[in-house]
């Protein structure tokens, strides 16, 4: 084959990559450009995500928090996302702008990262530590402020009968950049002494933050078909929304519970790595991007199993696994032992992931997207922020043990629940 020949053959074979493959091409002009922006902000936003997730409370450690701080910093996050997310939806669903709001977020968001990066330089101890804290809360809230409005226009960028095509694209393209970007920032940090090597990598984050939000800047409203209704939303109709869908009722309150046990032991497993397993942030990286590798190899496999079984039954199988994650760190000293859990953690994680999202979205009524969803997002972050919470009295009173045996008997609970009441 000649360069020309492959230089066409890889430009015709990229472009269908970003609208989802061949059926993309099928659609107008307009439409294929919006996807093709949207699946290139989900790229660069992968990459900056996955190094502030797996690094941004190992930076704060460095900055002397406490485990009892990175607990409480969770709980903080979730509270201000919950309270955050209702103001977001009234407005997402009062204006037709919601390509901006997200947009808007979205710079806001990536400012934060920028700022962090600055706090060992303007600021001493203990108030470094706080305000590093603060910083990463509002990046939280700030995402999530925008998220009913992103929900639409993710809703309405993508025709629906292909969008499990471009779905698949567009997260296959994440995962890969994802483990890229979380084994590169580990290398750079563990390659500097002190905090300079998260500084960098955070300088990284925030660099491919803006490449996200400026390819999400190139999305055309005229091209995005929201579907949802512009109407009025106040504190009343979210007493309705509960009891006239019984089946979003019966979902969000075992999410709930699911969530709560999650997060009684999530926020401490990279202190557990630093402070006791004395792993390096490289060691870290490699163990998380375990968990993304096994995910991207048995994703086609789980979905051809997910169409045979049904969602509900692969979603309620998978959790009764997950909780057996929890306890397995009980037993976990050396880096092999916790790659080994996170192998496992990204089958089991990868089956819940792929068929809850779509779970949710069946159980929302048309038009309705942005005030259910965040309604949703409203009651899983205070389950969250209070599953922290309870994790923060747990670890300080008993110890790291406490946190994963209570974690692992609450998923119990919550899927015994799902069982029963999710039809």
Same mark, same amino acid.
């Given at each position: ?254 999410? *709930? %519970?699911? #969530?709560?046990?999650?997060? +009684?032991?999530?926020?401490? $497993? =990279?202190?557990?790595?630093? !402070?006791? @397993? ?60 916790? *790659? %080994?859990? #996170?192998?496992?953690?990204? +089958?089991?994680?990868?089956? $819940? =992931?792929?068929?809850?999202? !779509?779970? @949710? ?63």
């Amino acid at each position: 084959m000649s360069v020309p020949t492959l230089i066409s053959t890889t430009k015709k074979w990229l472009a269908d990559l970003t609208v989802g493959g061949p059926w993309g091409r099928t659609l107008s002009k307009q439409h294929q450009y919006n996807m093709h922006w949207f699946w290139f902000d989900g790229l660069f936003a992968s990459a900056s995500d996955n190094i502030v997730v797996n690094y941004i409370s190992i930076y704060i450690i460095a900055l002397g928090a406490s485990e009892t701080q990175i607990g409480l910093m969770s709980s903080f996050s979730s509270i201000a996302c919950a309270l955050i997310l209702l103001p977001g939806a009234i407005l997402a669903e009062r204006t037709q702008r919601k390509l901006k709001i997200s947009f808007i977020c979205g710079i806001f968001a990536r400012l934060m990262i920028l700022l962090l990066i600055f706090v060992p330089t303007l600021f001493k101890n203990p108030a470094l530590v706080w305000i590093a804290i603060a910083l990463s809360v509002g990046r939280d809230a700030f995402n999530n402020f925008g998220y009913p409005a992103w929900m639409d226009v993710a809703n309405g960028t993508v025709p629906i009968e292909g969008r499990g095509r471009f779905f698949g694209s567009r997260n296959f393209i994440m995962s890969v950049t994802g483990i890229l970007t979380t084994l590169l920032a580990g290398k750079l940090i563990t390659g500097f002494a002190g905090t300079l090597g998260y500084q960098i990598a955070l300088a990284v984050s925030f660099m491919f933050g803006m490449a996200s939000t400026f390819s999400f800047g190139h999305i055309h409203e005229r091209g995005v078909s929201l579907r949802s209704e512009t109407r009025s939303f106040n504190l009343k109709d979210i007493v309705q929304m509960f009891k006239g869908q019984p089946q979003f009722t019966a979902l969000t309150l075992t999410a *709930a %519970l699911w #969530n709560f046990g999650i997060y +009684i032991s999530g926020p401490f $497993f =990279n202190v557990q790595m630093v !402070n006791v @397993l004395k792993f390096s942030a490289a060691s870290i990286g490699f163990v998380a991007v375990i968990t993304s590798v096994t995910t991207l190899v048995t994703q086609n496999q789980i979905g051809a199993y997910a169409d045979r079984v049904g969602m509900r039954r692969l979603q309620y199988l998978s959790m009764w696994f997950i909780p057996l994650l929890p306890l397995s760190w009980i037993f976990a000293t050396q880096v092999w032992h916790v *790659a %080994l859990i #996170n192998a496992f953690s990204g +089958i089991v994680w990868g089956a $819940f =992931n792929l068929v809850s999202f !779509n779970l @949710l979205l069946a159980t929302i009524p048309q038009g309705q997207v942005p005030r259910y969803s965040a309604v949703y997002q409203i009651v899983i972050m205070l389950s969250m922020a209070l599953g922290a919470a309870a994790g923060s009295v747990l670890i300080a009173h008993w110890g790291f043990i406490s946190v994963l045996i209570g974690s692992a008997v609450v998923r119990y609970a919550a899927t015994i629940l799902f069982g029963k009441w999710v039809k």
